[in-house]
């Protein structure tokens, strides 16, 4: 079956994002960079032929991909087990050009499981039912493509970087979020914690409230927006432990952008 015109701009979209990260360099503290928009563009090309047709109501926007979740399988908080039992997607796919000997990539094969994917997808599930459903009026996304590590392992967040390295960053990654936007023509885009809340508020000003879309055809009015936030899944968070997926229904009821069940 032919993939629809959204469908291809949106991997069009993610691919050249993909490429033009992959010319950036970091320093120390940062000593390896994974992007799964390239190693893992399959099982990624996949979920965005399940989850891409436009419009949504709502787009949800992480940071940036986890070391156990997005960057294993390729799919925004992809927790290896979520994406395979419930999402139906499966996919081989390859490796980083540099691979941390702390991080290594084993794609769906990965048997540690990523608390905030686990988290946010289970409540999507038992909400939902059925990806279907869900895709229906809802799209999954992460504001920044790249995994950040340190010499230890450790995961180094976009924020956490120099202003000379995320400046170039940012402005391939805001650029890319105005044109999923202006493809998928939400009511609401959501930040997943407070980072992604504050990049859709800065993207809706620069590219929406001033008129200057990136490849905005002339004529045709730019899509009309909220944003609000929701807690992070992130198991650091001692809120999100007590109850995350209960905090986030009560936020998401009480904006009206999800109805009392």
């Avoid at 608390?115 to 409540?123: I, T």
Wanted: aromatic content about 10%.
């Amino acid at each position: 079956m032919p993939l629809s015109k959204t469908i291809r701009e949106l991997k069009n979209i993610d691919a050249a994002l993909a490429a033009h990260c992959d010319g950036l360099r970091f320093g120390p503290p940062v000593a390896a960079v994974y992007n799964p928009l390239v190693y893992a563009a399959r099982p990624h090309n996949l979920y965005l032929e399940l989850a891409g047709a436009a419009p949504k109501k709502v787009i949800f926007l992480g940071m940036n991909p986890g070391p156990w979740g997005m960057a294993q399988t390729g799919v925004p908080f992809g927790e290896a087990a979520a994406v395979r039992d419930w999402l139906g997607i499966e996919a081989e796919g390859g490796k980083p050009k540099k691979e941390h000997p702390k991080r290594p990539i084993e794609g769906f094969a990965c048997a540690r499981s990523e608390v905030s994917g686990r988290r946010l997808w289970a409540l999507f599930r038992q909400r939902f039912g059925t990806p279907t459903e869900f895709f229906r009026d809802h799209f999954v996304a992460n504001y920044c493509p790249l995994v950040f590590m340190g010499e230890s392992g450790a995961n180094i967040t976009p924020d956490k970087l120099p202003a000379a390295e995320t400046s170039p960053l940012f402005e391939l990654c805001d650029r890319a979020l105005a044109e999923t936007i202006n493809l998928l023509k939400p009511q609401w885009v959501i930040g997943v914690g407070g980072f992604a809340k504050k990049r859709i508020d800065l993207v809706r000003e620069k590219f929406f409230e001033s008129d200057s879309l990136p490849g905005k055809t002339a004529g045709k009015s730019a899509p009309v927006f909220s944003t609000a936030q929701i807690l992070h899944p992130s198991p650091a968070s001692p809120l999100a432990n007590a109850g995350w997926d209960r905090n986030v229904t009560k936020t998401l009821v009480e904006l009206g952008i999800w109805k009392v069940i």
